[in-house]
């Protein structure tokens, strides 16, 4: 086992230093392409199991060509590049023992953030070298989630007459911004799928426990807001302009104003406001990014609702024309309370200290389109965490895990393909 | 001249002890009926000289029905009051000379202010005993203004041989708000009019001054906006109201931002909001009461225009119902230039220092109605100032007129009916 | 009992006819204090058992005597008229058995709202002629609560042999608004006590159910802010003005966006809002009735702080003058667990189906006053709901309750007051 | 002059080529430091003729010395770049006649705007082949200017003889954004002239005509204001944060709001608003590009005071803090009519049609410190327009200007020279 944890921190660090943004990791993909193969899983990349027309916020046409040249000049395996060339860069990985079985899946998403990483002389990576090469930085834990889907599959390998039916290794783009699941979903790759299990790194769990089944995800929608208007000269014709940057400005505050809502939780959030082009000049551009979010899909869906109209309102006040773009969705979901149980047992086999269930208000996460459409099916679905004690909390410059919690969780996760594997 | 001066003030004061509201000169207006038709005048009153379809802002039947009970009891003459008693309280009177010549004409406003007037020790009405009896006061000189129109028709009916043609003295209701004189233009009353002249006193014009052509008035339009949405319970079920009351914030606030416009001065105020009905309950009400002016009429209509736009994006930003009615209108009009100089030369001919034009911004007036229908017609129209010394500026609770002004002002428009009347 | 009955409704009726708002209840109290001296009960009155200092949102002076001389011709006792003629209306009513004991307290409060009551042919108070006699309603039961509260007494006076220790009735006035509580609790009333129960008739629980601790209040302050800047012309000098309607215009909307709290439930409205005084006056004044919530009196704080940054802003960006003056406030509470539990027990003795605790949201309280200082002392404290069927929801214009709850409801009190004066 | 002619075209279009933003006009002053000494004008360079302190606005030193990379790399003039590698780029040129007489000056402006330049098919300088080589433009026809002002420069040098006194060529930097002249101003460049001339093309004047006096020029502030707040998850503890955008959001729309003014025109512009930095996040800062003006500078102080309490109140009623960095200024100015005259008959002279004033409200210009300090020193001032036909207005991408106009500028502006050197 030493091995395996010594490989599984290499893993994760070579991810570090090279982070990806959503729709853009090619470099990790064709990485894991060809890990996965050289262990012997059948492969399925790219539009293979990806619905284009699912992608959501997906990058130009210009900015995937440049992450491509970059990928292909920092490591990128050239063999499965072509695959991933267009931004398709999800992979399916299956192992079938060949005995009669049930499909069971674990998902794995790879995506980093464009936040730029402390190089404060106490942040690890710097010390230990592994620092981001470029401006983007894994600050949520995913080169641990991909690390730690190699090492699961290598046990699979090792160790596959402990194991029946099938197993399914989703490793999934564009998980930040809730953008890259439903593109899977939409292409079937959980059709054929009895259990689903996505793990998540940290979350306020410490290191050495496990939650088998967090429930506390919010629905949520990402909305990209335009305002187009005319521009004019503001000293000399300020009557023949169409303000686009008021428009904006009403939108921000009335979104904020948006009722409180007595069934749960709601929140609304516009994170970057962009509009103007001179000083002298009436606005006739501004772009908003929102989401909204809600405790259900319905108070998500009341939070959006409200929201379109007061965009179009704001659009109308100034005479401006609006467009709205849905760039991320993500649904609620409970877990499978059958399948927490068992996943629960086998943490605790694992020697960690397991609860089954937890309600806290997380984030957003679009795993729950892949759990909606298992249980709909008729199958048992799971969102577990996998504590680790953080250098600094998820989405800041100096987060950090502990690389300690790498291997147990391997282990927990490749106990429970073997438990669920006997029915 | 010593017995129409103190027949002067004893009118002014008169009025001026009993003020009424606009398309509520019950009282005024009978006693101008009774006056007149003594001097020899026939008379067109009410319904008559108005149009119904286009009174603006009037009041309702109730107020309108308690208010005759007040003029009733409040010396109103009883003889007239049936044909003043649904608020139409226009008098044309029309004097002819049976010898050939044009038709002249003079408007008078007769309407007062909702405010309280001053009890100050210093204040000349208190101190003479005509301050106001009720809780209306006279606070811009229209009382001034409707004992001028009588003084003038005494001199006509005395000095009739100085005369040709026709003079008719048009006793208009509802100046304040620019609500009234459209119903007099619109039933046709200056349909026969070869020149026309209003009048009004003070206006920042000394006592002693004249000034022949005002031409800085402003177009504008009253709007009565509301906004209709549901109420709910507060703290336990604030998403099922639709706010009326958020929606009128964002409009007072977007109106006041309404560009300003290089073609020349605009206007815009929200005077009052009303708004919700209980501290804990999600308004469903709302309503203010809007203005907009511009140096011109199409400088008015575009505040007016995009006034709506913000009004209509208001509502629908939080979902609520609106409706806009427009209370009042007044155009921009500029005074015939030949006119000016021939009523410029009656006040010089009458002791006051006369100055032809004005282009000082005023505040807007209806009577531009008037005008702009006159000259259409190819007839000649202007505004004139009858300075004074005010103790208090216009709409002021102490606002106050130097009573010696009055017998100059009169003497003045005579002389002018005496010189139209030659051609 | 049939007598009690009939008493139960002969009194709730006639509370009907004549609602009485907070601070106000003269004819009430004066009634409630004839009623209960007669029964044998020691009686305080007025300012024996409230804080002057600490009553919010009193009337003013000229209020307070214009609904005394209405009471005085409405069928106060003239004998206690005076004790509660300044609006101290509070009574504090003691059962003293003489036997050694606990000191059990009942709150019952006796303010109406102003709501117009509805004149429909369906609704009960038309048809049984007992619809309010002037403009208020009791649209919320506390005319059931003050009945039910001479029922307990009655019960009290008539079994006096099965109770031990000292019973406390205390009539509070203004509990709407949330403004009466806190003045009877800084009087001392409670300082004695040992168990105390609040009541309150409906809020969902049907007819024939009772809830023991009702737990949901939120705690909440009321504000009322006023805006004062400086009138003057819009169209002629807008330059001269101070807007104060521009100023709360910007409050409102951002007041009601104060970001939402991961903590609990929050809650914010601007029930009312009033601004200006003509139309082409720049408005000088504003007035803004506001209420926050929070699920616990932390997040109030939240609310009550962020509100008044937003309040001094919105008047800064504006240059005009703020004030706001707290007129309610209430805290959030939790009842004692072992009081619940004898009180459902005592329900479900008088026939009712009980259940123990309901965390359902509701309102606010400011019952939560005289728990909070019950438990703060070590005695045991809650609220309890009496269930009705409900004509239509609490402060409705078509209020009403099914009077075949009030008996039921008297019985468990009464019933509780055997059972507390036990231990 | 067919060779003067020539020359005026040939330096224009090597300036439109390439365009310098303010204060990095390095390649720009070099060439005209060149030029201006072969033909015998004594220089003074940079930190020789600009106030340090009075420069507002200016670029980074990254920008500057990126700048500066640029400017070697396109034919900057390597001898004079040292003086200007600070990006202080302001040159006096001066040609002492040896003769008594009066000190001339004559501004012209160098600077370019940030616009990318039209590719149309239509544009001459894409057919003619000078469009620029990078993302600035001459947008506003500055590289004419600076073409007119050699070309006076070899009038000036060729015949000498013609004139008295001396003549000051001031080549100023960074007009754009109005930030330029005062620092010139403050170094004393205008100390010792009796006459200045600032010259624009275009401005709606056409070809072939000239106003010898334009008084139009409104009184401007240009202010960089920043919003600080705190960040944090928008999901998850969005309480922690303090948001700037919606400090910014209200400032925007607060400084629209501000009331006009009656005692002239007025102007406010937010041209850009950039804020936030990830949908998710709480954004923690905003950026605004503000500009006021006034027809008076009292009435852009009016606007510019107003703007200060919106923005601080902005920031109170969010708890952010903010800074507002002054970034330009203009005041108001009157040419001085002796001198219009005397001017207007040199541009009649020269062919011209020219009306001596022009009181058309246009932008803002800095040349007004200029002429300022010179009338307040006892000398005259004037700003001329230099008629010609626009492919587009300026600011627009597809502005271009009639090269024919060049030549009649120049020996307008030498005309002055002459019939100034006189007295």
């Known amino acids: 086992m030493k091995t395996l944890e010594n490989k599984l921190i290499e893993w994760r660090r070579d991810f570090h230093r090279y982070p990806e943004l959503g729709f853009l990791e090619m470099r990790t993909a064709t990485i894991v392409a060809e890990t996965l193969e050289k262990l012997g899983f059948e492969l399925q990349i790219g539009r293979e199991v ?18 491509l040249n970059w990928a292909e000049e920092n490591g990128a395996v050239e063999k499965y590049l072509e695959q991933v060339s267009e931004g398709y860069t999800g992979i399916v990985a299956t192992w079938d023992t060949g005995k009669p079985g049930p499909t069971v899946a674990y998902r794995v998403d790879m995506d980093a953030l464009p936040i730029y990483e402390s190089s404060s002389g106490d942040h690890v990576p710097l010390n230990q ?16 989630h991909t690390s ?28 930040e911004g809730a953008r890259g699941a439903i593109s899977m979903v939409r292409a079937g790759v959980v059709d054929d799928v009895d259990h689903f299990i ?49 428009a904006a400005a009403n939108a921000v505050i009335n979104l904020s104003a948006i009722p409180r809502n007595s069934q749960g939780m709601t929140r609304v959030n516009v994170g970057e406001l962009h509009a103007g082009s001179g000083r002298n000049v009436i606005a006739d551009r501004a772009a908003l990014k929102v989401e909204t979010r809600g405790e259900t899909s319905e ?24 467009a709205i773009e849905i760039v991320g969705e993500g649904i609620s979901a409970k877990g499978s309370p059958e399948l927490a149980v068992r996943l629960h047992d086998c943490a605790e086999k694992s020697g ?9 208000a997380a984030g957003s996460e679009d795993a ?34 502990n690389e300690d919690s790498l291997l147990p969780g391997v282990q927990t996760l490749f106990e429970s393909a073997v438990e669920l594997s006997r029915r």
């Open 50 to 67: 990806m619905s284009a027309e699912h992608c959501m916020g997906k990058p130009s046409d210009e900015e995937t060509q440049a992450h």
């Open 129 to 144: 070298d592994f620092r981001s090469t470029n401006t983007e930085m894994h600050a949520c834990g995913h080169d641990a």
């Open 148 to 175: 730690i889907g190699l090492g699961l599959a290598t046990l699979i390998s090792e160790n596959s007459d402990r194991l029946k039916g099938r197993i399914k290794l989703i490793f999934q783009p564009a998980e």
């Open 198 to 246: 996505a793990t998540h790194i940290g979350l306020s769990v410490p290191h050495n426990h496990f939650v088998a089944s967090n429930n506390g995800f919010l629905a949520t929608s990402k909305m990209d807001v335009s305002f187009k208007g005319v521009s004019s000269h503001a000293g000399g014709k300020p009557e023949e302009g169409r303000n686009a940057m008021l």
């Open 299 to 322: 108070l998500n869906d009341y939070m959006k609702n409200y929201a379109e109209s007061v965009i179009s309102g704001a659009a109308q006040m100034h005479q401006v024309e609006y």
């Open 352 to 360: 960690l200290i397991s609860q089954v269930e937890s309600n806290e």
């Open 368 to 401: 729950t389109f892949f759990m909606d459409a298992v249980q709909k099916q008729g199958g048992f679905a799971t969102y577990c965490i996998l504590g680790t004690d953080l250098a600094a909390g998820h989405h800041n410059e100096k987060f950090d895990v």
